[in-house]
């Protein structure tokens, strides 16, 4: 009996779990459907719906731009650090070399570094090197700055995997390239991904190098437009346009975390988990 | 954002090799030390090339009065820009908002999400939704995140002064209740993160500990100060240093909710203003170089004073 009453009670705690996490979302896609003076109604909900507000944001060249440079900054990114994450992680799990945990080390402490103590030099030498304002410009600081969490994520996915099934693959016959394809690439697979997943938020979460190592639409990604919005005085409202477009970022978000809720808390807690 | 995982372990490869005969062994281990060193140097460049060389960059340039708005002004003024810095009671004012702001953030979100963790461990119905549930703030665009609780204190657009019947209370224009907002947002946004970790430590703790605590008569808030909470150290303290770490770094928040106005300012604002926004780059260098010799500071005396030992996370 109380058994069940206790399940009841964790259950209910969950629905606040449930609750604390949607309430902003919902907040800010309800005021998305909101329209002239229900912007300003003070209620929760609008009186009428319309999606007038994504139609202006969709028309707005200063979203469409940004959601482009966004998407692409943040995918090459995301693809060109998990690549050499994977490479240092392959090492570090597997080989004997003299400098190991000082890479690791770096690793960390480049994870803890303040990113807005390094954007004066980098705001003056993109502007010497010609790549102020462009993609490039973004993708090297994104890669730096997401290297350390890929080494540390896929270095530990690493370490569990049985590396002797591939020989014994190969004992049973399978050529090496069948042995790496059909053995260790499905063992490696779930950890690069979930680097990936953590990497991509790092990309498209980012502010502080958005706002300071851009200037037009040419490379600015969308957290960035966000915030310029206001400024522009062709929208009525900002408010309702700014979260239309905010749910229209959100949306990769939510369904990335929909898809890859595993993934993302093993490797947000991989090692902890572990023991 | 910043994550925490295992360390992986040292020195594993070396095993088999060391079986064998010594002189196959040191060509061997050669071989393998030139690809371990092939295969980590273009992520070690990677890292290196927009942090190292930057940062010894700043430190240069924290040495000269220079706006680079105005480049053949530029003269060596050796400490000065530290001096200017430290003596000047803006420096001060946006230092102690971000310990303030940091302080709050992380006790509380230590509290809620000890809460949360306990939770996604007992629950039975609806696990999975619950975990899935708690990554959507984490994952969620910092800026959209600070939107989203401005619009919803604000004085036209939003409903929690006519929920909570606070008439017209602005709350943007008074440093306390911005601040109370900012850190609301900031706790909202990074609770997820510090509870998944604490999750992780807690499925650590033996369930026998908690049995036998149990058959010793402790009652549950015995169990959880004296099994629970101790048996999870290690976990509780990367956590606390991360999301510290995390937290001082405020920028987002900030920019968008106030711009820094009603003396909220952080230290990574203020630093963006003097670099960014105002393009002096010999004084922004030198809050740079301070920025980071504080964030330095907080991380040493951190594993200083808690013994937090990093590479016991994984537990071994």
């Given at each position: 009996m109380s058994r069940t009453r206790s399940k009841i009670g964790w259950a209910l705690a969950g629905v606040v779990i449930v609750a604390y996490t949607l309430l902003p979302v919902a907040w800010i896609v309800s005021l998305s459907f909101k329209q002239g003076d229900d912007i300003n109604n003070k209620k929760f909900l609008p009186t009428h719906w319309s999606l007038d507000n994504y139609r202006t944001v969709f028309d707005t060249n200063l979203f469409t731009s940004a959601l482009r440079n966004s998407i692409g900054i943040s995918l090459i990114a995301t693809t060109v650090s998990v690549v050499l994450a994977t490479f240092a992680a392959y090492a570090i799990a597997r080989l004997q070399f003299r400098g190991k945990r000082l890479v690791l080390t770096t690793a960390l402490a480049i994870a803890m570094f303040p990113t807005v103590a390094l954007v004066g030099p980098l705001f003056d030498m993109w502007r010497s090197l010609g790549i102020y304002d462009t993609w490039l410009g973004l993708i090297i600081p994104y890669l730096s700055f997401t290297l350390p969490l890929s080494i540390w994520v896929l270095s530990a996915f690493f370490r569990e995997i049985p590396w002797e099934m591939e020989q014994a693959a190969q004992v049973d016959g399978a050529t090496p390239w069948q042995a790496f394809r059909k053995v260790i690439v499905p063992l490696a697979a779930p950890g690069v991904f979930t680097a990936a997943i953590i990497t991509f938020f790092f990309a498209w979460n980012d502010f502080v190098f958005g706002i300071s190592l851009t200037a037009t639409n040419r490379a600015r990604p969308v957290p960035a437009a966000l915030a310029f919005f206001t400024g522009e005085s062709f929208f009525q409202q900002p408010t309702a346009a700014i979260s239309a477009a905010a749910v229209i970022v959100t949306i990769p978000v939510i369904v990335i975390v929909l898809i890859f809720q595993r993934q993302i808390v093993a490797g947000l807690t991989s090692g902890a988990v572990k023991g | 954002m910043a994550t925490v995982t295992a360390q992986p372990e040292a020195g594993e490869g070396g095993r088999g090799a060391r079986a064998r005969s010594r002189a196959h062994l040191s060509e061997r281990a050669r071989d393998e030390q030139r690809l371990g060193w092939y295969l980590v140097a273009p992520a070690v460049i990677g890292m290196l090339a927009v942090t190292a060389y930057p940062l010894g960059r700043a430190v240069y340039l924290s040495l000269y009065n220079y706006r680079l708005t105005d480049p053949a002004a530029k003269e060596f003024v050796g400490l000065r820009n530290y001096g200017v810095v430290l003596t000047d009671s803006l420096w001060w004012q946006t230092v102690f908002t971000t310990v303030f702001i940091t302080v709050v953030t992380v006790l509380v979100e230590l509290v809620i999400g000890f809460a949360f963790a306990m939770v996604m461990y007992r629950i039975v119905f609806g696990r999975r939704t619950v975990r899935t549930a708690i990554l959507i703030p984490y994952g969620i665009i910092t800026v959209v995140a600070a939107y989203a609780w401005q619009y919803a204190f604000a004085l036209d657009s939003g409903f929690v002064n006519e929920w909570f019947n606070l008439g017209d209370k602005a709350w943007f224009s008074n440093r306390w209740s911005a601040l109370t907002v900012i850190i609301l947002a900031e706790v909202w946004k990074t609770t997820p993160f510090i509870s998944l970790l604490l999750l992780a430590g807690l499925v650590q703790v033996p369930e026998e500990l908690q049995e036998a605590a149990k058959v010793d008569g402790a009652t549950a808030w015995q169990r959880l100060w004296r099994v629970t909470v101790p048996n999870m150290k290690a976990a509780i303290m990367v956590a606390l240093l991360f999301r510290t770490l995390d937290a001082y770094r405020i920028f987002d928040t900030i920019f968008i909710m106030t711009g820094g106005a009603e003396k909220t300012e952080s230290v990574s604002f203020l630093t963006y203003r003097q670099t960014i926004v105002r393009t002096e780059l010999g004084l922004g260098s030198a809050v740079s170089v301070l920025l980071f010799l504080s964030v330095v500071l907080i991380a040493v005396g951190f594993i200083k004073a808690?013994?937090?030992?990093?590479?016991r996370v994984r537990g071994d």
């Open positions: - | 808690f013994r937090v030992d990093l590479s």
